[in-house]
């Protein structure tokens, strides 16, 4: 049985600044963010992993460098980890977006057609690549425990095809900044097995 650890980035500049980013470049992780790649670089150093997959936008591919230098694995890049295309929202802060467009992330968790409208990616086409890169991971790794650092929205597809969670469970849940999310497979089915973890020993996993 192997394990699918979803990592989000750390902190963040656009997080601590209100942005929405997208897949803006230039957006670095802060000194905190930094420091907290190193502490969860430092847990996965207790859970056999095997290899690193990463989203190509900068603040998780730091992230994801930090991890693999911890724990002397060489980080791959997989496009399919990548942040939402916010479309023309990209780069606005949430305030502004809010009170011209309303509450545009429950309307994306509905799948309401003003989010394509706007250029931004769908939450049916993020579902897809986020379990296209899960297959191919079981596939090219079996049974064994594999690190994807990524965004919030791709971890929740991914819990979504887990569980099922409404619109606005989707919007509600938080994943936190360099937090584990880390799903159990066995033959093509998924359980969860930690959520927003942050120090292994809250959790026994028999690793």
């Known amino acids: 049985m192997g394990q699918i650890i979803f990592l989000r980035h750390g902190q963040a500049k656009n997080n601590t600044e209100r942005i ?33 997959y990463s989203s190509p936008i900068q603040r998780a591919k730091h992230t994801a460098e930090i991890v693999g230098e911890h724990n002397s694995l060489d980080v791959t890049i997989d496009d399919r980890l990548i942040e939402l295309d916010m479309g023309k929202f990209t780069g606005m ?8 467009h309303g509450n545009v992330f429950m309307k994306f968790y509905n799948d309401e057609l003003e989010i394509a409208h706007n250029g931004v990616e769908t939450f049916a086409q993020v579902k897809k690549r986020v379990l296209g890169i899960v297959d191919h991971v079981i596939e090219k790794h079996p049974d064994e425990n594999i690190v994807l650092v990524t965004h919030m929205d791709p971890i929740k597809a991914m819990l979504s095809t887990v ?43 028999g690793w």
Not at 180 to 190: G, T
């Open 20 to 52: 929405l980013a997208g897949r803006t470049e230039g957006v670095p992780l802060t000194d905190t963010g930094i420091e907290q790649a190193k502490h969860t670089a430092e847990l996965l150093k207790h859970m056999n992993i095997s290899a690193i």
């Open 93 to 100: 802060p949430y305030d502004e977006i809010f009170n011209s």
């Open 163 to 205: 569980v099922d969670l409404s619109p606005t469970n989707l919007f509600e849940l938080i994943i936190a900044n360099a937090s584990l999310n880390i799903f159990r497979e066995k033959e093509r089915k998924f359980s969860i097995s930690g959520l927003n973890v942050m120090h292994t020993s809250r959790f026994d996993q």
